[in-house]
């Protein structure tokens, strides 16, 4: 039997009333019921008879609840954690575990980085829910990924501050001071409510700061008091949501801006994490159309169709505009450094031709911190224009218009035509490209691309892994031409991304009927691989298709310049570098955690069959892993 | 003299004429083992950027058709390329570049593109 003194203990008049009813008002109705009984005292005679409780029907975590439903929040991902236990509860039976339905994930960096997933497909946060120590501190690098990202993230952290009520060890291991202090330099804001109504309030700022342009992460810390304790304020309310309007470029600096690109001769779009919906792509294609312009696509968002005849057709050396809409680096971009290598690396040379106007519409302007330096290099421009990209392009198109005469006009179609001759051409280039290591073993990455383009081209797909380990092929031989399509990659290359936001995006793409393909290389997998057990618990169909080279190959490289610029011996940057001795059986792993596991394939005759068997499983609503063992860098 | 020019010389007088004298005495294209050449080739880890075959990835193609085998040597010795790393011969000897020219310029072609059925979809 508990000792008297247990704490979480709480003594209430007997025949208080009843708590019914459910709802932010029938909660403020019950606190102030809850806020005009009596307490006796110790010692003194109460006319009620004092008795223990050792129930609480009315947990402050059932309000938060309620906040956190108020904003549609339809997931939340977590690792169950102690202290987070109360609103692990409220969610499961208080809220019935729908909207939000919580996911059972292995790590907390799976959570986070699920979370970044589904974002970039349905466009609004889930929730992570983590220990304010412990799990924060392995939810770090997904945080960090999703800020470099610009991606929204809601992530609460469970705490306890109160020393007394903390009730053994662990919980002393578990709590901070501070909780949030080891993510502020990558969240965009971050509070430590005291109560229930400064929770709401908090929540609902958090969510209005991370949905704002430019988007990011943001967390809030829940005090397990708060989330344990009876409700006790009195006229709580949950606070209106009113999202902030997405602040929009200088109507005098766009004016200016227009004059310059309907003016130009060869002026080059690049569009970094410009299309935030299938909007921004609309309004992205409407601008080169009416300009006649190359974009060039960073393919940090599904930005441009891939198959639109001024996709990727740009010039930057030759440009006389160059306009990049939400660009990170635009140093990198106007500007080579030879060799890369730090020994011996010569100044950065600019690449642009004299007299370039250089214009720079990004959010970013107006968020900027300190420590991790993913702002890049001083980008120094002739305009630049704050403000977030996909809200401007409109402003921009119209002032545009205005400018086109007839004659001019026609002598941008002229280029036009130009453009699309040169798309042509590219695109010949990478089918004969293509061509070369079609029948070799390892697997090449472009035969692996065409062989499955030729079985998913005809359904709704998306791809929500990043190609950029894989030649970039998918990019180059399919046509991509929907925004949920590509939703780019990591943010701040932080490996253990892919496998985690893949299942998260395969979640948003699953209410829409959509076939999700991942592209997961090998060395990402191993970082959290729980998460294939958490798309198999949670029915989510995805085909993941192993990159497995085998090895990190891009430190393969690395490794081998600097034993060659020591001059020293190259075979031995195999070492800490490879996933050999023993070959991980990646069909496998995925067996292990109830997925179908389909390999390993070697063999080029093997891919179509084995994909056409996993497009089955999918159609069936199950993810499926097939194991193709591939080529060394693309 | 800048460093730069300087390098660019000392890459001319070292490398290039000598291995153009080399061609020019012989008339030949330098003989190498190319079963050794595709060992070395791995052994040295070229595959992870230019593929097993020489096909190409984060590195550039180099096979079928190779270029030169002096110019592939030499360029080993001093890539244009930034991501290339430069290679002496202390670290990989001519002998062993001459081997793997060979494995490369065995690679056949592949079939073109219009021959494939699944890049023509």
Same mark, same amino acid.
């Given at each position: 039997?508990?000792?008297?003194?247990?704490?979480?203990?709480?003594?209430?008049?007997?025949?208080?009333?009843?708590?019914?009813?459910?709802?932010?008002?029938?909660?403020?109705?019950?606190?102030?019921?809850?806020?005009n009984?009596?307490?006796? $005292?110790?010692?003194?005679?109460?006319?009620?008879?004092?008795?223990?409780?050792?129930?609480?029907?009315?947990?402050?975590?059932?309000?938060?609840?309620?906040?956190?439903?108020s904003?549609?929040?339809?997931?939340?991902a977590?690792?169950?954690?102690?202290?987070?236990?109360?609103?692990?509860?409220?969610?499961?039976?208080?809220?019935?575990?729908? $909207?939000?339905?919580?996911?059972?994930?292995?790590?907390?960096?799976s959570?986070?980085?699920?979370?970044?997933?589904?974002?970039?497909?349905?466009?609004?946060?889930?929730?992570?829910?983590?220990?304010?120590?412990?799990?924060?501190?392995?939810?770090?690098? #997904?945080?960090?990924?999703?800020?470099?990202?610009?991606?929204?993230?809601?992530?609460i952290?469970?705490?306890?501050? +109160?020393?007394?009520?903390?009730?053994?060890?662990?919980?002393?291991?578990?709590?901070?001071?501070?909780?949030?202090?080891?993510?502020?330099?990558?969240?965009?804001?971050?509070?430590?409510?005291?109560?229930?109504?400064?929770?709401?309030?908090?929540?609902?700022?958090?969510?209005?700061?991370?949905?704002?342009?430019?988007?990011?992460?943001?967390a809030?810390?829940?005090?397990g008091?708060?989330?344990?304790?009876?409700?006790?304020?009195?006229?709580?309310?949950?606070?209106?949501y009113?999202?902030?309007?997405?602040?929009?470029?200088?109507?005098?600096?766009?004016?200016?801006?227009?004059?310059?690109?309907?003016?130009?001769?060869? !002026?080059?779009?690049?569009?970094?994490?410009l299309?935030?919906?299938?909007?921004?792509?609309?309004?992205?294609?409407?601008?080169? +159309?009416?300009?006649?312009?190359?974009?060039?696509?960073q393919?940090n968002?599904?930005?441009?169709?891939?198959?639109?005849?001024?996709?990727?057709?740009?010039?930057?050396?030759?440009?006389?505009?160059?306009?990049?809409?939400?660009?990170?680096?635009?140093?990198?971009?106007?500007?080579?450094?030879?060799?890369?290598?730090?020994?011996?690396?010569?100044?950065?040379?600019?690449?642009?031709?004299?007299?370039?106007k250089?214009?720079?519409?990004? %959010?970013?302007?107006?968020?900027?911190?300190?420590?991790?330096?993913?702002? $890049?290099?001083?980008?120094?421009?002739?305009?630049?224009?704050?403000? /977030?990209?996909? #809200? &401007?392009?409109?402003?921009?198109?119209?002032?545009?218009?205005?400018?086109?005469?007839p004659?001019?006009?026609?002598?941008?179609?002229?280029?036009?035509?130009?453009?699309?001759?040169?798309?042509?051409?590219?695109?010949?280039?990478?089918?004969?490209?293509?061509?070369l290591?079609?029948? %070799?073993? !390892?697997?090449?990455?472009?035969r692996? %691309?065409?062989? *499955?383009?030729?079985?998913?081209?005809?359904?709704?797909?998306?791809?929500?892994?990043n190609?950029?380990?894989?030649?970039?092929?998918?990019?180059?031989l399919?046509?991509f031409?929907?925004?949920?399509?590509f939703i780019?990659?990591?943010?701040g290359?932080?490996?253990?991304?892919?496998?985690?936001?893949?299942?998260?995006?395969?979640?948003?793409n699953?209410?829409y009927?959509?076939?999700?393909?991942?592209?997961?290389?090998?060395?990402?997998l191993?970082?959290?691989?729980?998460? *294939?057990?958490?798309?198999?618990?949670?029915?989510?169909?995805?085909? &993941?298709?192993?990159?497995?080279?085998?090895?990190?190959?891009?430190?393969?490289?690395?490794?081998?310049?600097?034993?060659?610029?020591?001059?020293? +011996?190259?075979?031995?940057?195999?070492?800490?570098?490879?996933?050999?001795?023993?070959?991980?059986?990646?069909?496998?792993?995925?067996?292990?955690?109830?997925?179908?596991?389909?390999g390993?394939?070697?063999?080029?005759?093997?891919?179509?069959?084995?994909?056409?068997?996993?497009?089955?499983?999918?159609?069936?609503?199950?993810?499926?892993?097939? /194991?193709?063992?591939?080529?060394?860098?693309? | 003299?800048?460093?730069?020019?300087?390098?660019?010389?000392?890459?001319?007088?070292?490398?290039?004429?000598?291995?153009?004298?080399?061609?020019?005495?012989? @008339?030949?294209?330098?003989? @190498?083992?190319?079963?050794? @050449? =595709?060992?070395?080739?791995? =052994?040295?880890?070229?595959?992870?950027?230019?593929?097993?075959?020489?096909? @190409?990835?984060?590195?550039? =193609?180099?096979?079928?058709?190779?270029?030169?085998?002096?110019?592939?040597?030499a360029?080993?010795?001093?890539?244009?390329?930034?991501?290339?790393?430069?290679?002496?011969?202390?670290?990989?000897?001519?002998?062993?570049?001459?081997?793997?020219?060979?494995?490369?310029?065995?690679?056949?072609?592949?079939?073109?593109?219009?021959?494939?059925?699944?890049?023509?979809?």
């Open positions: 039997m508990a000792s008297k003194n247990s704490r979480g203990r709480r003594s209430f008049l007997k025949g208080a009333a009843a708590i019914v009813g459910t709802g932010p008002i029938a909660m403020a109705q019950q606190a102030q019921v809850a806020q009984r009596s307490v006796a $005292a110790p010692g003194e005679t109460a006319s009620a008879a004092r008795v223990e409780v050792l129930t609480n029907e009315r947990p402050g975590a059932d309000f938060m609840l309620e906040v956190i439903k904003l549609g929040i339809d997931y939340v977590a690792n169950p954690a102690s202290s987070c236990r109360g609103l692990h509860e409220s969610i499961i039976n208080y809220g019935g575990n729908k $909207a939000p339905e919580l996911l059972t994930c292995c790590h907390e960096e959570s986070v980085a699920m979370a970044h997933g589904y974002a970039k497909i349905e466009g609004k946060p889930m929730m992570s829910m983590v220990h304010g120590t412990v799990g924060t501190q392995h939810a770090t690098m #997904a945080i960090y990924n999703a800020w470099c990202d610009r991606v929204p993230a809601i992530v952290l469970g705490n306890e501050m +109160d020393a007394v009520a903390r009730r053994s060890f662990v919980e002393w291991t578990h709590s901070a001071q501070d909780a949030a202090v080891i993510i502020r330099d990558y969240t965009k804001w971050d509070d430590a409510p005291s109560s229930l109504q400064h929770f709401a309030e908090s929540f609902v700022r958090a969510y209005k700061i991370a949905m704002t342009p430019p988007m990011g992460p943001v809030i810390v829940a005090s008091k708060l989330q344990e304790e009876p409700i006790e304020e009195k006229d709580l309310r949950i606070p209106k009113s999202p902030t309007i997405s602040p929009q470029g200088d109507s005098g600096a766009i004016a200016e801006l227009a004059k310059l690109l309907v003016n130009a001769e060869n !002026p080059v779009i690049v569009a970094g994490r299309a935030r919906t299938a909007y921004g792509m609309k309004l992205l294609v409407e601008l080169a +159309d009416t300009l006649q312009a190359s974009v060039n696509d393919r968002r599904m930005n441009f169709p891939t198959a639109h005849p001024f996709y990727n057709t740009g010039n930057i050396a030759n440009a006389d505009v160059l306009l990049t809409l939400e660009v990170e680096d635009t140093f990198m971009l106007t500007h080579r450094m030879s060799p890369l290598n730090r020994i011996g690396m010569d100044p950065a040379r600019r690449i642009t031709k004299d007299g370039a250089i214009v720079s519409i990004s %959010s970013l302007e107006l968020l900027q911190k300190s420590n991790y330096q993913d702002f $890049a290099r001083y980008n120094e421009v002739d305009m630049n224009i704050a403000g /977030d990209g996909e #809200a &401007t392009l409109p402003i921009l198109i119209e002032a545009c218009k205005k400018l086109i005469t004659d001019r006009k026609r002598a941008l179609a002229e280029r036009g035509a130009k453009l699309a001759e040169i798309h042509t051409r590219n695109h010949e280039q990478s089918l004969a490209q293509a061509t290591g079609w029948d %070799s073993s !390892p697997l090449a990455p472009a692996i %691309s065409a062989e *499955l383009w030729a079985q998913i081209k005809n359904e709704d797909w998306s791809l929500v892994g190609d950029g380990f894989f030649g970039r092929w998918p990019t180059r399919w046509n031409d929907k925004h949920y399509q780019g990659g990591s943010g290359e932080g490996v253990g991304y892919g496998a985690p936001a893949a299942v998260g995006a395969a979640l948003a699953k209410k009927g959509r076939f999700t393909v991942n592209i997961q290389n090998d060395g990402d191993n970082y959290a691989p729980g998460v *294939l057990w958490t798309a198999v618990h949670h029915q989510i169909p995805l085909l &993941t298709i192993m990159n497995n080279n085998r090895g990190y190959h891009q430190e393969v490289m690395f490794v081998t310049t600097m034993a060659a610029r020591a001059n020293r +011996d190259v075979s031995r940057a195999g070492i800490g570098t490879k996933l050999i001795e023993p070959n991980i059986d990646y069909a496998g792993m995925a067996r292990a955690y109830g997925m179908q596991g389909i390993p394939i070697t063999e080029p005759k093997d891919v179509g069959p084995a994909i056409k068997r996993a497009i089955e499983i999918v159609k069936r609503g199950e993810p499926v892993l097939i /194991d193709t063992v591939t080529q060394g860098r693309g | 003299m800048r460093p730069t020019t300087f390098l660019a010389l000392a890459f001319v007088l070292a490398f290039a004429l000598p291995l153009a004298q080399a061609q020019n005495a012989t @008339g030949a294209a330098p003989v @190498g083992n190319a079963e050794n @050449g =595709k060992r070395l080739w791995v =052994k040295d880890n070229c595959y992870s950027c230019h593929g097993f075959d020489g096909h @190409g990835g984060a590195g550039a =193609k180099l096979a079928p058709k190779p270029i030169a085998a002096a110019a592939f040597i360029f080993v010795r001093h890539p244009s390329a930034s991501s290339m790393p430069t290679f002496s011969s202390k670290v990989v000897p001519d002998a062993d570049l001459r081997d793997m020219w060979a494995y490369l310029n065995s690679i056949p072609a592949p079939p073109t593109a219009k021959d494939i059925p699944l890049l023509n979809q």
